[in-house]
């Protein structure tokens, strides 16, 4: 019998056929959040009624299978006091290549890491735990996606959720235009098979430009309507978390200069240059993104910029695909006006963690 992702089952329900009337159905939000963000607990707390599920990026596995860390008190009291199901992620540590690899080379290691996490899953209060394992080489592939299911299966066992974030991609096959991105990025994502495994994949449709790079849209709507489309050919629209940016990227380049250098910022850090002389503007309706340009100290500047336009641009690309939810890194970064669009215009899905337990 093909087992139905439960977390999603109520949201999947409402997205039938004899509900394709409803222009807005309820969306499953999980948001990502950092604990080195001193803003972080308060906007928690004041929008917690607007958050599904709260994703803390607190733990982390070394080249042997250990694995550390823990929920924050203030996002388990928030959550408890909320109804807001705590979903952790597992990372490599520090996204270290090698950490990952030997840990899929050896089953002893994997079988520690599992066991550690359904242990912090209980201790803390958790729905289960979301894999966010990257910078892993296309090869291991197949070594990745059976760890994936021995750790469902345990996960499932105990009546615990096993999520994923995934890298987007729009292809199956390599990119002969970015190469590096598929072979230690995005090609060791086995779409179809894991999207039967985890209960569902959160699809990391950003960044579109990166800041080593040059200016663009952190995550256009042309470039996530090329994604939506491959992901749909590969995993079942009710497991599927739509990834969506909520921070911007700011390039500049000395005077002479052919190399940008970006950085990543919130939204907050936007208020020094929004509507100051001599800064250029504009917010591109087909891209559903923001840009300002201007020129300081002899250098230029380029901001792409994601706030509550942005988010509803996204938004309606969920509504239009029948999209259960979304999953946005993360929070502190966004437009505080987005809130208020989530509050009204969108509703968000509320629900007892306990339900959605196996």
Request: one cysteine or more.
């Amino acid at each position: 019998m093909k087992r139905i992702p439960l977390l999603f089952l109520g949201v999947a329900a409402c997205l039938q056929p004899a509900a394709a009337a409803v222009r807005k159905t309820p969306i499953v939000s999980l948001y990502y959040y950092v604990a080195s963000d001193p803003a972080a607990p308060e906007i928690l707390k004041r929008n917690a009624r607007r958050i599904s599920i709260i994703a803390p990026q607190t733990f982390s596995m070394d080249a042997e299978g250990f694995i550390m860390g823990e929920v924050p008190p203030e996002v388990k009291q928030v959550a408890h006091e909320n109804r807001v199901a705590i979903m952790p992620l597992v990372t490599n540590r520090r996204f270290d290549q090698r950490t990952m690899h030997a840990v899929l080379d050896n089953p002893k290691f994997q079988d520690r890491a599992i066991r550690y996490l359904l242990y912090y899953a209980r201790r803390d209060g958790a729905v289960g735990f979301q894999f966010d394992y990257e910078n892993i080489h296309y090869t291991y592939r197949d070594k990745f996606t059976a760890f994936t299911v021995k750790a469902a299966r345990a996960f499932h066992r105990r009546g615990l959720l096993l999520t994923l974030a995934v890298v987007g991609r729009s292809r199956h096959e390599r990119d002969p235009e970015k190469p590096g991105g598929w072979d230690n990025w995005s090609g060791v994502y086995d779409y179809r098979r894991l999207g039967r495994v985890a209960d569902f994949l959160s699809i990391m449709a950003y960044p579109e430009h990166s800041a080593s790079g040059q200016p663009g849209s952190v995550g256009s709507i042309p470039w996530m309507e090329q994604i939506v489309k491959y992901t749909l050919s590969q995993v079942p629209r009710a497991k599927i978390s739509w990834g969506i940016p909520v921070y911007h990227l700011h390039w500049w380049r000395e005077a002479g200069q052919e190399k940008w250098r970006g950085r990543s910022h919130k939204f907050a850090d936007l208020g020094g240059w929004m509507g100051r002389e001599g800064v250029r503007n504009e917010f591109d309706e087909t891209l559903g993104s923001g840009r300002l340009e201007f020129t300081e100290n002899d250098a230029s500047h380029v901001i792409w910029y994601e706030d509550a336009r942005s988010l509803r641009a996204k938004l309606e690309l969920i509504q239009r695909h029948r999209l259960p939810g979304f999953s946005a890194w993360r929070l502190g970064q966004e437009d505080p006006a987005s809130w208020e669009l989530l509050g009204t215009e969108y509703p968000v899905r509320r629900f007892a963690p306990h339900r959605y337990r196996r």
